[in-house]
């Protein structure tokens, strides 16, 4: 059993921060890849910003430069800077292992006004 608990969305105007926290409750073993994606309504979920194990991290080409993902074992932060409206989505938090087993949080939701 693994459990994902997300925490840290909210609404914030255009230029503003956030940042989004996300833990793993597992024991005795650490997941290869934990990151985020988004879903904005009508859209697909996107990958936003991927962390590895060995802190290998890839970000989306939207969000380049403004976000910052960081891990501690098997909690992973998302810092979000200069967010703009076409942030708003709900954001997911993801726990990968190599064998190919996903997790996925329940999404909390980022709202940015103009």
């Known amino acids: 059993q693994v459990d994902i608990v997300e925490s840290g969305g909210g609404l914030v105007r255009a230029g503003g921060s956030l940042r989004l926290s996300c833990s793993a409750s597992v024991t005795g073993s650490t997941f290869h890849t934990m990151g985020w994606y988004r879903q904005a309504p009508g859209k697909p979920r996107e990958s936003v910003a991927l962390?590895?194990?060995?802190?290998r991290t890839t970000y989306a080409e939207s969000v380049q430069g403004r976000f910052t993902i960081s891990r501690d074992r098997n909690t992973v932060f998302l810092q979000m800077n200069d967010l703009k409206p076409e942030d708003t989505a709900v954001y997911y938090c993801?726990?990968?292992?190599?064998?190919?087993?996903?997790?996925w949080g329940q999404g909390t939701q980022v709202t940015v006004s103009s």
């Open positions: 993801n726990a990968h292992r190599l064998s190919g087993d996903n997790f």
């Open positions: 962390a590895s194990s060995s802190r």
